[in-house]
Nanobody, 119 residues
Framework: QVHLVESGGGPVQTGGSLRLSCAAS????????MGWFRQAPGKEREFVAR????????DYADSVKGRFTISRDNDKKTVYLQMDSLKPEDTAVYFC????????????WGQGTQVTVSS
């Protein structure tokens, strides 16, 4: 069974930075493209970023392009999201999942990690 554990969120002021981590188990991590998603209060979960299984390619939502950086460590079975120049509209619960295109691959989600950006 796939198990995803996100961490690294917290409160931060506008313009600040955070680094999120997602530890994965129950899957052959190095075989899957991985992605980050977020869900703000009252909104649907949305795609944020993805990275191919070998880190050769990344892709970002327009809203975070140039500010967020996704990376991974296949030996540690962990995917990261470096978030810089944070804005209040980045406030959300952040989740990771394996991805197929920009869609989550697994129905099982972790608990997410809350990011709150204050102005």
């Amino acid at each position: 069974q796939v198990h995803l554990v996100e961490s690294g969120g917290g409160p931060v002021q506008t313009g600040g930075s955070l680094r999120l981590s997602c530890a994965a188990s129950g899957l052959t991590f190095r075989s899957y493209a991985m992605g980050w998603f977020r869900q703000a209060p009252g909104k649907e979960r949305e795609f944020v970023a993805r990275i191919t299984y070998n880190s050769f390619s990344t892709d970002y939502a327009d809203s975070v392009k140039g500010r967020f950086t996704i990376s991974r460590d296949n030996d540690k079975k962990t995917v990261y999201l470096q978030m810089d120049s944070l804005k209040p509209e980045d406030t959300a619960v952040y989740f990771c999942n394996a991805v197929a295109g920009s869609e989550p691959r697994f129905d099982s989600w972790g608990q997410g990690t809350q990011v709150t950006v204050s102005s």
